[in-house]
C-alpha cells in the first residue's frame, strides 16, 4: 500500500545507525593466488582497521585481535599492508596505527587462524623525539625485504624527510637500508621479480603528485654472502616532470615496466622497458580519452593487473562511470569486461581472473570476483541495509555549460520510495552535493547516504565540479587560481539548471559538503541566490589558518589553488568563507571533530562567530575523538540525524 507523505518525511527503511554502521570502507585488495585479502575499516569498532582473508572457509579476520592497520604517511597514509611471499601461507606485513611501527606476521594472526603468528617488529621504536611513519608497503618476490616509505619527524627539526627503506624479514640481516632519498616525497615503491630494479615515483614542493611527478628507477644488487638489498648505482628517470603527472609504477612478467602518465591530456597506461639504455622509449597501451587513474592522495593506488596469460586489465573511467578494459596496447579503447559494477576502487589478478573491490548502482561496495565466462559475485557478506528494488534512487548523469562556458557534470538521484509518494506535483527539495578534495569525483554506484535522503523524499544532486577528477588533466586544473570561485559557482549553476527544468524545487534547495568540499558549499550559499541552507562536514573556513597549521604534504597545495603566499594573501581573505559570513542568507550546520590536524576546531569556532555577528543562525556540533573525516558509527549516526532535522527546519519541510 503506497501513503502519501511530505517531502523529506517520508517513512525510510534506512534508519542513521544502519547507514552508519554499513559505512565499511574496504581499500588495499591483494591475492596470494589462492585467497583474498583486504583492509576493512569498520564503524562499529570505532573506526579499527581490519586485515581480512577470503578462501573456501568465507571472510575471515587475518590480522592480530585488537590491532588498527593504518598509516600516517603524508597524513592520509595508504599502503599499510602487503603480503610477503615464500613465507608460511598469509604471511604479511603491517602498520600498527597506534605506533606507525612495521610488523611482520608468518602467518594468520587473528584467533582462531591456521597455528595463529606472533607479530614480529620489523622497525625499531623511533628515538625520543622522534616520530617514524611508515607506508606504501611491498615485498621483494623471494619475501626477504619489505620496501617502506619512512617519514621522520623531529621535534624543532622543521620539515618531515621522507627516504625509500628496505626492512628484512629474516633474522640474521640487518634490520634496514636506506636506498632512496634525496626528494620531498615518494610514492609507493616497487622492486621487480628478479630484485634487480626498484621503481618508484617522487616529487617535490610546491607539486602535488597529480600536478607534477618524475618516475624513477633504482638499480638493486645484493651484497655479501648475505644477500643485504642495496642500491648499485644512482636512480634514473622513465617519465615525468614539469607539467606531467605519473603514477602507479608496477613490473610486467616480461620484465617491462607499467604506469600512467598524464603527458597527452589523460592518465592513460604506458610501458618502458625499464632499463636506461632504452632512452624514452615508452609505449601507450592505449589512446582512448579516459582517465585509468586517480589523483594520489593515499600511497598504493591499484586500478590495473595483469592477468597470468598476460592480459592487462584495467578500471577506466569516462563520463562519470567506471568500467573494466582488456587492454591490447596502442590504439583504442580496449575490449570491456562483462561485469556489473560502476565504481571501482581497486584490482588485483585472482584465480585466472580478477577481484576488484567495487559498486553496482544498486548494490554498496563489496569485494568481486570476475572470471572469464563467469558471472561476478560479491565475496563478503550483505551490507545489511533494508532497500526494495523500489526504493533505490539510480543516478541520472546530467551535464550543462556553466556561467564560465566550461562545462559542469552532475548526476541527480530523484526521490524513490516503494511505499511513499509526495502529496503534490511541487518538485521535491534538492541537496546539492559537494565532493571533497578537491580533486575527487562523484560515485556512480550506491552510496547509503545519498540513499538516506532520497528514500526520505529528498532529490540529490552530486557535482563534479572544476578540478574534479575523471575528466581529463584540462578539467583537474581548472581550478587553479580559482579555488572558492569556479568550484561554487558550478554547484550553483548545477542547483539552478536542475530547477530550471522542473527536476526540483528553486524555493527548497541546500548544499553540503566535507572538507574542501565543505568550503565549497559555504562558499555557494555566500552567493545569495538559489540556497537556503548548508551543512559543512569538517570543512576549510580560513585558507591562511589552513596554511599555517595543515601538515607538510600539503603545505604548498594552494599555491597553484590560489597563488604562492605571501604576495596572494588579499586572495586568501577574500575566498575564505569565515570573511564571507555577511553574503550567507540562510541556514548553516558545522560538524567537527575535535582533533582534525587538518582543519582545527577553531576554524569551526570562527565560522560560527562570524554567522552569528552577520545575524546568520548557525549550530555548530563537535565530535570528540574525531578527525578529519569521521570513522565511528556514533559519530555518522549523529550527524545524519542532527543533518535531517536541519533540513526538515531550514527548509521548512
Known amino acids: 500500500m503506497v501513503t502519501t507523505a511530505g517531502y523529506g518525511r517520508w517513512a525510510s527503511p534506512l534508519a542513521p545507525g544502519d547507514v552508519a554502521r554499513a559505512k565499511v570502507s574496504l581499500s588495499e585488495l591483494c591475492s596470494d593466488g589462492d585467497r583474498l585479502y583486504w583492509l576493512e575499516s569498520r564503524p562499529a569498532e570505532s573506526g579499527r582497521v581490519v586485515l581480512v582473508r577470503a578462501g573456501a572457509d568465507g571472510p575471515v579476520d587475518h590480522s592480530p585481535d585488537r590491532v588498527s592497520i593504518r598509516s600516517r604517511v603524508h597524513e592520509y597514509g595508504g599502503g599499510a599492508m602487503c603480503l610477503v611471499p615464500a613465507s608460511s601461507a598469509g604471511a604479511f606485513a603491517y602498520v600498527d596505527q597506534s605506533d606507525q611501527r612495521v610488523w611482520f606476521c608468518d602467518g594468520p594472526a587473528a584467533p582462531g587462524g591456521e597455528g595463529s603468528a606472533t607479530p614480529r617488529a620489523l622497525t625499531p621504536e623511533p628515538p625520543e623525539g622522534s616520530v617514524h611513519n611508515h607506508g606504501g608497503l611491498s ?89 643485504i638489498l642495496q642500491a648499485a648505482g644512482p636512480p634514473w628517470s622513465v617519465a615525468g616532470g614539469p607539467g606531467e603527472s605519473v603514477g602507479q609504477p608496477a613490473w610486467c612478467g616480461d620484465g617491462t615496466l607499467r604506469f600512467v602518465s598524464d603527458r597527452r591530456g589523460w592518465w592513460q597506461p604506458y610501458v618502458h622497458p625499464g632499463v636506461p639504455e632504452s632512452g624514452s622509449t615508452l609505449r601507450a597501451l592505449t589512446d582512448v580519452a579516459a582517465e585509468f587513474h586517480g589523483p594520489d592522495w593515499v600511497l598504493g593506488q591499484c586500478t590495473m593487473a595483469e592477468l597470468a596469460d598476460g592480459t592487462l586489465v584495467a578500471r577506466m573511467t569516462a563520463s562519470g562511470r567506471d568500467s573494466l578494459i582488456a587492454l591490447a596496447g596502442g590504439t583504442g579503447p580496449g575490449e570491456p569486461l562483462d561485469q556489473p559494477c560502476v565504481s571501482i576502487a581497486s584490482l588485483c589478478a ?121 575528466y581529463g588533466r584540462s578539467y583537474r586544473c581548472a581550478l587553479w587560481g580559482q579555488w572558492g570561485v569556479a568550484d561554487a559557482e558550478d554547484c550553483l549553476d548545477a542547483a539552478l ?157
Open 139 to 227: 615485498a621483494t618476490a623471494d619475501g626477504d625485504w619489505i620496501l617502506v616509505v619512512r617519514e621522520v619527524h623531529t621535534e624543532g627539526g622543521g620539515r618531515p624527510t621522507r627516504r625509500v627503506v628496505a626492512l628484512s624479514t629474516r633474522d640474521d640481516e640487518p634490520s634496514e637500508v636506506t636506498l632512496l632519498d634525496g626528494h620531498d616525497f615518494f610514492g609507493s615503491p616497487r622492486v621487480d621479480p628478479a630484485g634487480e630494479r626498484l621503481a618508484v615515483v617522487a616529487w617535490d614542493h610546491p607539486d602535488m603528485p597529480w600536478d607534477a611527478s618524475t618516475l624513477l628507477v633504482l638499480p638493486l644488487v645484493r651484497a655479501g654472502g648475505r644477500g
Open 350 to 470: 585472482h584465480r585466472g581472473g580478477l577481484a576488484v573491490i567495487a559498486s553496482t548502482p544498486d548494490t554498496p561496495a563489496n569485494v568481486w570476483v570476475w572470471t572469464p565466462g563467469r558471472v561476478a559475485r560479491p565475496q563478503r557478506p550483505s551490507a545489511g541495509h533494508a532497500l526494495r528494488g523500489g526504493d533505490v534512487a539510480l543516478g541520472e548523469p546530467f551535464s550543462l555549460a556553466g556561467r564560465s562556458g566550461r562545462p559542469v557534470h552532475g548526476t541527480l538521484y530523484r526521490p524513490a520510495s516503494a511505499t511513499t509518494t509526495a502529496p503534490t506535483d511541487r518538485p521535491p527539495p534538492l541537496l546539492t552535493w559537494c565532493h571533497g578534495g578537491p580533486t575527487s569525483s562523484c560515485q556512480a554506484g550506491l552510496d547509503l547516504t545519498v540513499q538516506f535522503f532520497t528514500t526520505r523524499g529528498f532529490a540529490v544532486g552530486c557535482v563534479d565540479y572544476a578540478g574534479s577528477s575523471g
Open 497 to 653: 539548471h536542475l530547477a530550471a527544468r522542473g527536476d526540483v524545487d528553486a524555493g527548497r534547495m541546500a548544499i553540503r559538503g566535507g572538507s574542501a568540499g565543505g568550503m565549497t558549499a559555504l562558499n555557494a550559499l555566500a552567493a545569495g541566490e538559489g540556497f537556503g541552507a548548508c551543512v559543512s562536514w569538517y570543512g576549510v573556513t580560513d585558507l591562511l589558518g589552513l596554511v599555517a597549521t595543515t601538515h607538510d604534504f600539503e603545505a604548498h597545495y594552494t599555491d597553484r589553488l590560489l597563488g604562492p603566499l605571501p604576495g596572494s594573501r588579499p586572495l586568501y581573505e577574500e575566498r575564505s568563507p569565515v570573511h564571507r559570513a555577511g553574503s550567507m542568507r540562510g541556514s548553516v550546520l558545522l560538524l567537527q571533530g575535535t582533533e582534525d590536524p587538518v582543519v582545527p576546531p577553531a576554524q569551526a569556532e570562527s565560522m560560527r562567530d562570524a554567522l552569528a555577528a552577520a545575524g546568520a543562525h548557525c549550530d555548530l556540533e563537535f565530535f570528540e575523538g574525531e578527525g578529519h573525516g569521521f570513522r565511528r558509527a556514533d559519530t555518522l549516526t549523529a550527524c545524519l540525524e542532527a543533518e535531517l532535522a536541519f533540513y526538515l527546519r531550514a527548509l521548512h519541510l
